[in-house]
């Protein structure tokens, strides 16, 4: 039978719903589509859709005719139709997701109601669609370690308790293969365990109140926030209740199938902090601390990006919500991205192309006619020019209580190390433990007269709160390790090369940041970073070879600005560690060079304080510091 295509079908939908987004399967003689999420449209579309189309008895079908030179089967919108079909041939366009989504009706949670029969099926058995659906659940298939899998677990803030960190650390021992990673989203993965045991390891999650729920793929990532949100001085306001009233709102205990079907990833971060240390600007949505009126709130950021083209800086929507609307405000972005957000090419998918289309008027103009109330405009951005990582030995506001941060090179750790940070957690703090976004711990709520007794703790000789200036920004993703689309190794690399460059340098340098990815997808955030290294297969003297591509000069913050690529192929062989020293030795002298330039021009000075020009200007690295 012929092929009918989407772009036809699309039209024709176009045609009964002025707005939606479509997606179809064609299984055996049947198509299927997902379409519009609104009820009314969805009535519509399914009264119009029980009726055989192609034989030209309706005048509203004016499609009718091109559709049938393609096919002479009968449509019907889809009704989990397909959900016991994930063999069938699926035509999306470039999407197959959005297929995989159909398949389910639209809520990749219900592969849950598969999960037994999955099981006993097993790990060979898995189809293409159930490797992907798995993920909303949290379970992913990790082609580097056949049989082995990964666990995403949700950790809104980076808040965390001992027993949580005990439990992770017993499933991590028994089931899984010993390694944990801290991610640069606060929350952890569990990794080398059998699909028979994931029933296991979802009871031992709930039972300490922690789930695995719409972690990957086309959902709302763990929600990011100050890691030192409610303790830091340096905050407006602590904005940790929003990001859980969020996390309740789009996941709750049981998962929410409202936003379960989104074109594409969603990040957010919450906070109140005012040292920058999230990464807010690369957000699909942002709020940030901001005063209007005496009142305080957030400003919203919206279509900040990693990856999908690069590192795209949020926009403000020129919105100042309080905190008591924010989560509604927020829920309300996602359901507009939901229902309109591009769904074909999944690189062209993300929140800042919806944004491109539209523009920030239309969608404000979109949230307020949904809010059904105006919003005010921005207000004052209190974001201060500082970047904390909240490292070290930090005054609490709640007097006589101290944070320490500790550094985790790369994030990764032992259960035996989980089951330490528990217990010193308890023995010198509260019990609470938190995660930063640059893959590190925080024990908080530490009785100044105990820090000392603490800094002697054997762990804090392998994860330092005074670590190396260039271990201590040190952020890198999985590589090869565990990821399919890694091109090299990272973690090991990373923590080598800072170590290389420490005993190179020396420790009397200012601390940077120092980002690598395994591959152009940028999990490890490269663009966003002092120095950052991005990992690709190289051809040299007849070799294939691991190389990186240098970056410098990203940064987040008020002053946002996407590293830009100075050196295109360095081998990772030993020049690496040269290579990066003298990169490392011109920006700086180029930072302090513009920085000087900047307090000796007036104008620019003037610019700079009424927050109109950024100290940092992307930049070509003199031939020095290029490698022989
Ligand atoms: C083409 C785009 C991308 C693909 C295909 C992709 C793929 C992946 C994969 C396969 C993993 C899991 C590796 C593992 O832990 O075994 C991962 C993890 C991760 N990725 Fe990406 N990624 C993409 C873009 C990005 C971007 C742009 C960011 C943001 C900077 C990002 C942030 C992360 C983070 C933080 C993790 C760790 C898990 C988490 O906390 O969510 N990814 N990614
Ligand atoms: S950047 Fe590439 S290698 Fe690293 S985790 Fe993401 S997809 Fe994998």
């Known amino acids: 039978m012929g092929v009918l295509t989407t772009a036809v079908l699309k039209k024709y939908f176009k045609s009964v719903c002025g707005h939606l987004r479509t997606t179809s399967l064609l299984c055996g003689d049947t198509f299927f589509a997902n379409v519009c999420q609104l009820p009314a449209h969805r009535a519509l579309i399914h009264r119009s859709l029980r009726v055989t189309i192609f034989d030209g008895s309706d005048a509203n079908f004016e499609l009718a005719s091109t559709a049938r030179e393609v096919t002479t089967s009968p449509i019907f919108i889809a009704r989990g139709l397909m959900a016991s079909s994930a063999s069938a041939q699926v035509f999306v366009g470039n999407n197959l997701v959005e297929g995989y989504k159909a398949s389910m009706n639209g809520d990749g949670l219900r592969i849950l109601d598969h999960l037994p029969q999955i099981i006993e099926r097993g790990a060979e058995a898995l189809t293409p669609a159930e490797k992907e659906l798995l993920k909303w659940v949290g379970v992913f298939f990790r082609k580097p370690t056949p049989g082995k899998f990964m666990m995403r677990i949700r950790m809104p803030n980076g808040f965390a308790k001992s027993e949580q960190l005990r439990a992770i650390a017993e499933l991590s021992r028994r089931l899984g293969n010993s390694v944990v990673d801290i991610t640069t989203r606060q929350q952890m ?50 904005a940790s209740p929003v990001v859980h009233e969020l996390d309740r709102i789009i996941v709750g205990s049981k998962g929410n199938p409202e936003f379960t079907n989104l074109p594409r990833k969603f990040n957010i971060t919450v906070t109140g902090c005012l040292d920058n240390c999230t990464h807010c600007e690369s957000q699909d949505i942002a709020l940030v601390p901001a005063k209007k009126a005496g009142r305080l709130g957030f400003n919203v950021l919206v279509g900040g990006k990693m990856g999908s083209g690069g590192f795209t800086v949020a926009s403000p929507l020129n919105v100042f919500v309080e905190l008591f609307q924010a989560a509604a405000v927020v829920a309300e972005l996602i359901k507009i991205y939901r229902d309109h957000g591009p769904r074909e090419a999944r690189s062209k998918c993300r929140f800042a192309f919806l944004i491109e289309e539209w523009g920030l008027r239309r969608l404000r103009a979109e949230l307020v006619a949904r809010l059904g109330r105006e919003l005010p405009f921005q207000g004052r951005d209190m974001r201060g020019s500082t970047h904390a990582d909240h490292l070290g030995v930090s005054t609490q506001k709640q007097a006589g209580l101290m944070a320490v941060g500790l550094c985790i090179p790369t994030g990764r750790v032992n259960p035996d190390q989980l089951d330490e940070l528990a217990r010193l957690s308890e023995l010198y703090g509260s019990g609470e433990i938190r995660l930063t976004t640059a893959q590190n711990a925080i024990i908080p709520n530490v009785p100044a007269d105990r820090v000392a007794e603490l800094l002697e703790e054997p762990l804090l000789k392998q994860f330092s ?164």
């Open 189 to 238: 993965e569990l990794r080398g365990f059998t699909l028979d045991t994931v029933p296991e390891i979802f009871e031992k999650l709930r039972g300490v109140d922690l789930r695995t729920l719409q972690t990957g793929i086309d959902n709302v990532r763990n929600i990011n926030g100050c890691a030192l949100a409610g303790l830091t001085p340096h905050e407006l306001f602590d």
């Open 465 to 628: 709160p005074r670590p190396s200036p260039f271990m201590r920004g040190l952020v890198a993703c999985v590589g090869t390790d565990y990821c399919n689309l890694a091109l090299i190794e990272t973690k090991s690399r990373a923590i080598a090369l800072s170590e290389a460059l420490h005993s190179k340098m020396g420790s009397g340098v200012n601390p940077l940041t120092i980002h690598w990815s395994g591959c152009p997808a940028g999990c490890g955030n490269h663009q966003a970073a002092d120095v950052g290294l991005r990992g690709f297969k190289a051809k040299i003297d007849g070799k294939i070879v691991d190389a990186v591509a240098i970056y410098t000069g990203g940064r987040t913050g008020p002053h946002a600005t996407a590293g830009r690529e100075i050196l295109e192929t360095v081998p990772c062989d030993e020049s690496l560690p040269d290579v990066v020293a003298g990169v490392i030795q011109s920006y700086r002298f180029d930072v302090e060079a513009r920085e000087h330039a900047a307090l000796s021009d007036p104008l620019f000075a003037a610019a700079a304080t009424a927050g109109l020009a950024s100290w940092r200007f992307a930049r070509e690295l003199p031939a020095a510091a290029m490698p022989a």
